[in-house]
């Protein structure tokens, strides 16, 4: 799943115009891979994270200061990246969640002034 993934997302972000050139950059070394927590971010199952993917950022305000944390958006059911899958499809859904969806999230979250996520996780407990 996080190979696949990874061709998916080097599709996604245009680097390559399919997944046997996507490949092909691997193999030559011309993408380099990083670990999600090195940018303070959680990915799902295969934990795959690029750079144009919309992602929640989630603050987390003591009396210490900020803590600023980021996870990308879940794709919903079936054919997804976050289990590997790379085809066309699925990097369709990608760029609507990056321009539509982001948009539209990004405004309901603002309109609201952000969401407490305690409550939330304690009521799906």
Known sequence: PVQGAILGAIVFEKWAKDIEEAQSMIESGEVIFEPC???????????????????????????????????NFNEGLGKVLRFGANS????????????????????????????????IIAQAL
Not at 44 to 60: D, L
């Open 37 to 71: 927590h090195h940018y303070d971010a959680v990915g799902p199952m295969a934990g795959i994270i690029s750079r144009s993917m919309p992602v929640w950022v989630v603050e987390n305000q003591t009396e210490e200061g900020t803590q600023r944390v980021f996870c």
């Open 88 to 119: 066309p499809e699925v990097i369709e859904r990608l760029e609507w969640m990056g321009t539509e969806l982001a948009q539209a999230m990004q405004t309901a979250v603002r309109e609201i002034n952000g969401l407490e996520l305690k409550p």
